[in-house]
């Protein structure tokens, strides 16, 4: 399986894009030392400067159809969470869809970016990105009060070696299961670690603002929400606050 480590590089996201488009095989990984132009959700930048955090991007070719991307979108949250709670011992929780949180600050964040042709599937692209060894001195202003690192949680400088290799072992075994078994198992674990559920949110999306209490996900991986008024909705896509 191909892995690659890269010294600089505008972003992984796009590294393992030209290798899945050469053929490469399901699994390849790209990770940086430092990111140029980090992309996060809703083309935001990601901050990444070299040897503070874990960058990497991970091809994924599943055999399921596209309308399961946002499952995989949970299994990669789910797998970083629980990678990270083995590994340090950091209490951290999901915030759906898939930011990693610990003590209510973003310590990871996922892009999952698919291609398609002919309305079809042809591959995802996992983009992890971890903040490991920041201290607060190193974040900008706009970050600090919502961002945390690994090494702010435990007062340790964490190895992201093997770091980054329990996230990879974490997903090559929950993406084993999913095609195994199916998402019911995935979901359920992510339920136990979620931080969102049995409490009310904010969601903002493209249809607008919707406020409510977070029931769970249901078997596409879409959030369940409680309206104020009773009704409940299915939120596909978006941003929750708590
Ligand atoms: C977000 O929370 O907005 C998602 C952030 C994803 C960042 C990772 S770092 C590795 C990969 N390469 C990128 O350019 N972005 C993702």
Redesign the pocket.
Same mark, same amino acid.
């Given at each position: 399986r191909q892995a690659i480590i890269m010294q600089s590089t505008?972003?992984?996201?796009?590294e393992v894009q030209q290798l899945a488009d050469g053929g490469v095989s399901e699994g390849a990984v790209v990770l940086?030392e430092e990111?140029t132009? $980090?992309? =996060?959700?809703?083309g935001?930048r990601?901050y990444?400067p070299p040897g503070k955090?874990?960058?990497?991007?991970i091809l994924l070719r599943p055999q399921q159809s596209l309308r399961n991307t946002p499952q995989l979108t949970l299994l990669t949250g789910l797998a970083v969470c629980r990678a990270i709670r083995s590994f340090t011992g950091v209490d951290a929780g999901i915030k759906w869809p898939?930011?990693v949180l610990v003590n209510g600050r973003?310590i990871?964040?996922?892009?999952m970016e698919s291609a398609l042709e002919d309305h079809e599937l042809r591959y995802c692209i996992a $983009?992890? =990105?971890v903040n490991v060894n920041f201290d607060k001195q190193d974040y900008p202003e706009e970050l600090s009060p919502i961002a945390t690192s690994l090494q702010i949680e435990t007062g340790k400088t964490v190895d992201r070696t093997l770091l980054a290799a329990a996230i990879l072992t974490e997903l090559e075994q929950l993406y084993d299961m999913y095609q195994k078994q199916g998402f019911n198992v995935i979901a359920a674990l992510w339920e136990a670690l979620s931080v969102s559920l049995h409490r009310d949110i904010k969601v903002s999306n493209a249809h607008g603002i919707v406020e409510g209490t977070a029931l769970g996900i249901d078997s596409s991986g879409a959030l369940i929400v409680q309206k104020k008024d009773g009704e409940r909705i299915t939120v596909f896509s978006g941003e929750i606050s708590l």
């Amino acid at each position: 399986r191909q892995a690659i480590i890269m010294q600089s590089t505008p972003s992984t996201q796009g590294e393992v894009q030209q290798l899945a488009d050469g053929g490469v095989s399901e699994g390849a990984v790209v990770l940086a030392e430092e990111q140029t132009n $980090g992309r =996060g959700r809703y083309g935001r930048r990601w901050y990444s400067p070299p040897g503070k955090g874990i960058w990497m991007s991970i091809l994924l070719r599943p055999q399921q159809s596209l309308r399961n991307t946002p499952q995989l979108t949970l299994l990669t949250g789910l797998a970083v969470c629980r990678a990270i709670r083995s590994f340090t011992g950091v209490d951290a929780g999901i915030k759906w869809p898939n930011d990693v949180l610990v003590n209510g600050r973003k310590i990871c964040g996922i892009l999952m970016e698919s291609a398609l042709e002919d309305h079809e599937l042809r591959y995802c692209i996992a $983009g992890i =990105g971890v903040n490991v060894n920041f201290d607060k001195q190193d974040y900008p202003e706009e970050l600090s009060p919502i961002a945390t690192s690994l090494q702010i949680e435990t007062g340790k400088t964490v190895d992201r070696t093997l770091l980054a290799a329990a996230i990879l072992t974490e997903l090559e075994q929950l993406y084993d299961m999913y095609q195994k078994q199916g998402f019911n198992v995935i979901a359920a674990l992510w339920e136990a670690l979620s931080v969102s559920l049995h409490r009310d949110i904010k969601v903002s999306n493209a249809h607008g603002i919707v406020e409510g209490t977070a029931l769970g996900i249901d078997s596409s991986g879409a959030l369940i929400v409680q309206k104020k008024d009773g009704e409940r909705i299915t939120v596909f896509s978006g941003e929750i606050s708590l």
